[in-house]
């Protein structure tokens, strides 16, 4: 499903030169996927009537320009995979109309400015692969009430989720893997659109019994696709609800928490799973003969629990070698690589 389709025309400019500075009217820029490099032009800012600008995948360095932030016309912005470094000023905010912000991929640094949360236009944020630090306003989603992509995966992010979230009901893809968040997960259940969410590698959780409650409002969610909770401090049982969830679900990882508990028999109703990762936990019991039903499996985890009989033996036939033990750095490197295809794939590759 398309987040969103973009059928208008790209004008592209392939050469990124003076002269092409003097196009004062220049409506569309992409010079995506070159190999540019040196400084963005300060000159850019000369394009009063630029509305989108893709410069992902080169090798552009240093600051952003300042005038980039005065060009009140843009609407897509991406800046995706290049080398620029330094902050992102306040001044941001003067892009009233952008509804596309993408950076990830770069060696932006600081905290993310506080007029971006203002930007109620913006409906697609991705910040990830950077150096930001700081933490997300509780209210961020009372003003950003047309975000349908949040992604601030492998920074330096800190601080609780914010509350707010329970109220982004259009919001489809969460990701704030390999970062700093701590507390607990608000309620997700008016998350009608949810696909993506992505906690993995933070210290969410306290290895309380109900750290898991929240998953119980993910029943709403029923387009959830990938529910990713790995390496955090998630404790207790898993909640009954847990066999409820979207059956579209395909990546489902809960593992190097602290859970306990048997393996509910329910998990293998996901006959559409591509991965189970449940390994590092305190689980306890045999594993359920249900899991013979998941054909679609590439990746199993169960190694490091305390689980008890054997693999059942349906299983042994859909999984060809069921891989034990799976390094927790591996899960990072293959959310790495699959988030960055999964956004990009989400939205036009135009943008990332
Ligand atoms: C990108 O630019 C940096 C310096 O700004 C340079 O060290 C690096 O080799 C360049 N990478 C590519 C792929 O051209
Ligand atoms: C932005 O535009 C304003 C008004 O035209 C001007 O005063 C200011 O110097 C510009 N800032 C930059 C960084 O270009
Ligand atoms: C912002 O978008 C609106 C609606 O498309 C348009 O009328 C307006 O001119 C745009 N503003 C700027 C500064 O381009
Ligand atoms: C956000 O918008 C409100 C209302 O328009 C304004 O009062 C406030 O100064 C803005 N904050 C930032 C950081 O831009
Ligand atoms: C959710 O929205 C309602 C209605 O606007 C508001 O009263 C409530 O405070 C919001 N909840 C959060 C956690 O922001
Ligand atoms: C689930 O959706 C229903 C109907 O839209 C809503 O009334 C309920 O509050 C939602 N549950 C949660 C936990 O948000
Ligand atoms: C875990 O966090 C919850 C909610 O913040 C709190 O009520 C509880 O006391 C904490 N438990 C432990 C063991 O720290
Ligand atoms: C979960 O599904 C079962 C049937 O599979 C149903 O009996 C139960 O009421 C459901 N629970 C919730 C919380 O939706
Ligand atoms: C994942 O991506 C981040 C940012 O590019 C990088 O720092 C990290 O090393 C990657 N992790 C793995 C395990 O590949």
Redesign the pocket.
């Known amino acids: 499903m398309p987040l969103v389709s973009t059928p208008y025309p790209i004008w592209s400019m392939y050469l990124f030169h003076a002269s092409f500075l003097f196009y004062v009217y220049l409506v569309h820029v992409n010079v995506s996927s070159n190999n540019l490099h040196g400084k963005i032009p300060i000159e850019i800012g000369s394009l009063r009537k630029l509305e989108k600008l893709n410069l992902f995948t080169n090798n552009f360095s240093g600051q952003i320009p300042p005038t980039m932030w005065n060009i009140s016309s843009l609407d897509v912005l991406s800046l995706a995979y290049n080398n620029l470094e330094g902050n992102l000023p306040e001044e941001m905010g003067q892009l009233r109309n952008l509804s596309v912000f993408a950076v990830p991929g770069n060696k932006l640094s600081g905290t993310l400015p506080a007029s971006l949360y203002n930007m109620s236009s913006l409906f697609f944020i991705t910040a990830a692969e950077n150096q930001f630090h700081g933490s997300l306003p509780a209210n961020m989603f009372s003003t950003l009430t047309n975000l349908q992509v949040f992604g601030i995966g492998a920074n330096q992010m800190s601080g609780p989720i914010p509350t707010s979230i329970t109220n982004a009901s259009l919001l489809q893809v969460f990701d704030i893997g390999v970062n700093s968040f701590v507390g607990q997960v608000p309620s997700l259940g008016m998350l009608k659109h949810l696909h993506w969410l992505n906690l993995n590698y933070n210290n969410l959780g306290n290895g309380s019994d109900n750290d898991l409650d929240f998953t ?1 409002s993910l ?1 709403n969610c029923t387009k959830l696709e990938n529910l990713i909770l790995s390496t955090n401090k998630f404790g207790g049982p898993l909640p ?2 847990i ?2 969830l979207s059956s579209q679900l395909i990546r489902l990882y809960l593992g190097d928490n602290q859970i306990y508990g048997t393996i509910p028999e ?1 998990i293998g109703n996901y006959i559409n799973l591509i991965a189970l990762v449940l390994e590092y936990n305190q689980f306890t019991g045999t594993v359920p003969n249900t899991f013979g039903k998941l054909h679609k499996l590439q990746l199993l985890g169960l190694g490091i629990n305390q689980l008890s009989g054997q693999i059942p033996s349906s299983l042994a036939c859909s999984v060809e070698s069921p891989r034990e033990r799976i390094n927790m750095r591996d899960v990072i490197r293959e959310l790495n690589v699959t988030r960055k295809a999964f956004l990009c794939g989400l939205v036009n590759v135009e943008y990332c």
Do not use: A, L, M, P
């Open positions: 119980t029943v009954n609800s066999g409820n329910s």
